[in-house]
């Protein structure tokens, strides 16, 4: 059973007069896995990678390492490497000095600095790169330098700040897959900040979505894709069709005019509800085999699908990302199953909503 590295306790951090950055923030980081802080720019995310570097304390509250308090631990005392946005490398030294510069400030012995050094490079798959000077490294290489001297200090946590973001998108894509194949051969617990939710989905074994210095969702990108708590997380991860709706009583929903059978529950009867359909949940269909009608308005071509985009008789604007085509003022139907159908209750907590889900689960198990 994975153990807790990391924890935060009720932190706020406010810098001297400026709006709170973060929020009465909780939450628990397991060793071994791989963590993305998911959000917009200015949300927090940053400054939660500060606070567990020791770059900056928390205003109040308490954050733990290994179940040791490290409010006042300084960043050269933790267990934390970083590697940043621009690499942080420094240009006048080629790539053997870049990695071992931690550890000959450690005062280490060359044998030992030459056997740890050859060691990352190898692990970054950068070996024969020792004399190359930075300044002739491409983007993909310079990031691997950069994670190379992380690892070399053999920490428990290494911390990601947005590393990906200036690198071409075939780059990214490639250093998506090497990422996190280095993580599961190292086994150290990684942390990254990013503001694409593509790469959080791709990358994390857990993801935190934040927003306004409060997180909004954590679980897995499973989780979080088909069970968005509110409509922050639901529009911010992947495209949605949210749409206004009732509900009228457990697994029955209504919405666009129509009532559906749904597989939600535990909310009040005829509750105000939003449900989220995933436009790749919607099979197109004759208008008259369809459970919704829409008029197309307009269509895309994105290479894997048709992004089509239509008006139902409510007025309401929906996405379809489909195979088939369609053309701009035709009426098509839309099906879709009553699994597809998520619903999120007006201003649920986290906490509740994970026990909504959890009652499913037990109903489930009792065969109902």
């Not at 428990?156 to 250093?175: C, F, G, H």
Request: negative net charge.
């Amino acid at each position: 059973m994975a153990s807790t590295i990391i924890q935060f306790k009720n932190v706020t951090k406010q810098y001297g007069q400026d709006p709170v950055v973060l929020d009465n923030v909780s939450f628990e980081i397991e060793k071994g896995k791989f963590y993305t802080l998911l959000g917009p720019s200015g949300c927090g995310k940053t400054t939660i990678l500060r606070l567990i570097a020791g770059f900056t304390e928390p205003t109040s509250g308490e954050i733990f390492f290994n179940g040791k308090k490290v409010n006042d631990i300084p960043a050269n005392k933790r267990q934390v490497n970083t590697v940043f946005q621009d690499y942080a490398l420094f240009p006048h030294l080629n790539v053997y000095e870049n990695v071992a510069f931690g550890l000959r400030i450690k005062k280490m012995k060359k044998s030992e600095i030459d056997k740890k050094v050859k060691e990352a490079l190898s692990f970054v798959n950068l070996n024969g790169y020792e004399d190359r000077d930075i300044q002739d490294m491409s983007g993909g290489q310079k990031q691997r330098v950069a994670i190379a001297r992380a690892i070399v200090n053999e920490p428990e946590v290494i911390l990601l700040d947005e590393p990906l973001s200036a690198l071409d998108l075939k780059l990214r894509y490639q250093m998506q897959y090497e990422l996190r194949e280095l993580q599961r051969r190292l086994g150290i617990t990684f942390i990254f900040v990013t503001h694409d939710q593509e790469e959080a989905l791709a990358m994390s074994d857990e993801i935190f979505v934040i927003n306004k210095g409060k997180i909004q969702q954590s679980g897995t990108p499973n989780d979080i894709y088909d069970e968005p708590i509110n409509r922050f997380v639901a529009d911010f991860i992947g495209e949605s069709n949210i749409i206004q709706g009732t509900m009228i009583e457990d697994y029955v929903v209504e919405f666009a005019g129509k009532r559906f059978a749904c597989v939600d529950k535990g909310m009040e009867r005829n509750e105000p509800i939003e449900v989220v359909l995933r436009p790749e949940d919607l099979e197109i269909t004759s208008p008259d085999q369809g459970l919704i009608q829409i008029k197309v308005i307009s269509q895309l071509f994105r290479g894997v699908h048709y992004e089509i985009l239509g008006v139902d008789e409510q007025g309401n604007e929906w996405m379809v990302h489909s195979t088939k085509k369609a053309q701009v003022g035709m009426e098509i139907g839309l099906r879709f199953e009553p699994e597809a159908i998520h619903v999120m209750r007006f201003n649920e907590s986290e906490e509740e909503f994970d026990k909504r889900l959890e009652s499913y689960t037990e109903d489930e198990s009792d065969g109902k």
